[in-house]
């Protein structure tokens, strides 16, 4: 069994004239809540293996708040994250050495939500669709996926464990 953590990056600021969307920076706000998130990992015993993050400027912001309570971990910054679609995702997914556990993906809306929908099984996803569907930012889905290799990964082999919204 492999565990697989989606996070959507947490709240950015509004993007600014000029500028463009991959430099978005977090809100005071955002990095508030990903410090949180990133404590209720800790005292959830979710820790990472492996962290693969996107190359934008918010996800890692996001990824440096939740550092500090999950400590330094094995990470992979990848601009095929960025705006990455369902497809993508589980690409990036079907190539995590098999030496990792628990995986953390931190990406963007609507990647994230979809592919974590894709991944669930028939019986676990209805309960889930209402969650997914307004994915806020700093969300997280934590689902058990029921194979033995990452690159075994296809829809429909994960279990909904949980859905993390903030507070």
Request: contains cysteine; glycine residues 8%.
């Amino acid at each position: 069994m492999k565990t697989l953590l989606l996070m959507r990056h947490a709240e950015a600021l509004p993007q600014a004239n000029g500028q463009e969307d991959h430099d978005r920076a977090l809100s005071p706000s955002g990095k508030t809540v990903a410090g949180a998130v990133g404590r209720w990992l800790s005292a959830e015993r979710l820790m990472p293996d492996i962290i693969l993050c996107s190359t934008s400027v918010r996800t890692r912001e996001t990824l440096a708040a939740l550092s500090e309570s999950i400590g330094e971990r094995d990470t992979r910054f990848e601009k095929k994250l960025y705006c990455a679609p369902a497809g993508e995702l589980l690409a990036q997914v079907n190539g995590i050495d098999e030496r990792h556990s628990v995986a953390l993906i931190i990406a963007h809306n609507p990647g994230i939500p979809r592919f974590a929908s894709l991944l669930m099984s028939s019986d676990g996803r209805a309960d889930a669709n209402a969650a997914l569907r307004d994915f806020p930012p700093a969300g997280l889905v934590h689902l058990s996926l029921r194979v033995q290799q990452w690159s075994e990964v296809e829809p429909g082999r994960g279990a909904l464990l949980q859905v993390k919204l903030p507070d």
